[in-house]
C-alpha cells in the first residue's frame, strides 16, 4: 500500500512538473506565428472513433499535410481505413500537430510531444476533439487532456460550461 502511495505520489509530482514546463513553454512560443503547413499525427481508436477521426480529416485544408497515424496492432479495421483514406493524399511539409479524439491510446502519444516540447526538441501542437458522444462529462482520455492540450474542442454546450478552456464549435462530426 506504501508502495502505491509513493508511485501515486510521484505520478503526481511529474505531472504538475509537465504542467508547469507546458505553461512556460506556451508563453515563450505563442508569440510565433505559423507560416508553414502542419505534419499531423492522428490518434486512431477502433470503431466510432475511426468514423470520427476520418470526418474530421476529411473537413482539413490540405495544409495539414504529411499525417502520420498510431491505432492497435490488432486494430485491423482501423488499418484498413485509415490506408482507403491516405490513398487519395500525399503531401510533404514540416511542423508538427497531433488530432486525437478520445482513444486511451492517445494519452501517451501526446504526453510523449509534450515532453519533446519540454525538452526544446520539437514544437507539437495537441488539438483534441472530444468525442460527439461525450454530452455532459469529459471522457478519462479528456480529462487527462484538458489540460496539456493546445485546443480542446467540445461538441456540446454543457461541456464547454464545465470545462472554460475549451472551445465550443457545436457539431462537427
Request: some cysteine.
Amino acid at each position: 500500500m506504501d508502495a502505491l502511495r509513493a508511485v501515486l505520489g510521484a505520478a503526481a509530482l511529474l505531472l504538475l512538473l509537465l504542467a508547469t514546463a507546458r505553461l512556460l513553454l506556451a508563453r515563450r512560443n505563442s508569440s510565433r506565428p505559423r507560416t508553414a503547413p502542419l505534419s499531423l499525427l492522428v490518434v486512431a481508436g477502433s470503431g466510432g472513433h475511426t468514423t470520427e477521426i476520418l470526418r474530421l480529416l476529411s473537413s482539413l485544408s490540405q495544409s495539414y499535410s504529411p499525417r502520420h497515424y498510431v491505432f492497435a496492432d490488432t486494430d485491423k479495421m482501423s488499418e484498413d481505413k485509415i490506408c482507403s483514406f491516405e490513398q487519395k493524399r500525399a503531401e510533404t511539409f514540416s511542423n508538427s500537430q497531433i488530432l486525437c479524439n478520445g482513444p486511451g491510446t492517445c494519452v501517451p502519444v501526446c504526453l510523449s510531444a509534450l515532453f519533446l516540447g519540454i525538452l526544446a526538441l520539437k514544437k507539437v501542437i495537441i488539438v483534441y476533439v472530444e468525442s460527439i458522444c461525450r454530452v455532459e462529462t469529459l471522457s478519462l482520455s479528456g480529462k487527462i487532456l484538458y489540460y496539456f492540450s493546445d485546443y480542446f474542442i467540445v461538441q456540446w454546450p454543457a461541456l464547454k460550461e464545465k470545462y472554460p478552456k475549451s472551445v465550443y464549435l457545436g457539431r462537427i462530426v
